[in-house]
Nanobody, 113 residues
Framework: QVKLVESGGGLVQTGGSLRLSCAAS????????MGWYRQAPGAQRELVAR?????ATNCADSVKGRFTISRDQNTVYLQMNNLKPEDTAVYYC?????????WGQGTQVTVSS
């Protein structure tokens, strides 16, 4: 069983920064693709950024130049700078392992104007 635990969310003012972390635990013996998604109220869950097992990254146009994804083994980070009110959402971590997907419980990020 794989478990993902996110941390680092909170309330921040416009222009502020937060760093999210997601640690994977369980019977994982390989480095796996991981990513961050977010879901705002009334909206669909959307990709924020992802990182391959080799470290290649890509991110949504809406966060380019502001958010950076990185990893250390099967712990993934999302550095979020210059936050905007539209970044307010629950942020979820995902790990892909073969045909399986594992999700964290989510962490709330709220950006006040």
């Amino acid at each position: 069983q794989v478990k993902l635990v996110e941390s680092g969310g909170g309330l921040v003012q416009t222009g502020g920064s937060l760093r999210l972390s997601c640690a994977a635990s369980g019977y994982i013996f390989t480095i796996n693709p991981m990513g961050w998604y977010r879901q705002a109220p009334g909206a669909q869950r959307e990709l924020v950024a992802r990182i391959s097992s080799a470290g290649a990254t890509n991110c949504a146009d809406s966060v380019k130049g502001r958010f950076t994804i990185s990893r250390d083994q099967n712990t993934v980070y999302l550095q979020m700078n210059n936050l905007k009110p539209e970044d307010t959402a629950v942020y979820y971590c995902k790990l892909d392992w073969g045909r399986n997907q594992y999700w964290g419980q989510g962490t709330q990020v709220t950006v006040s104007s």
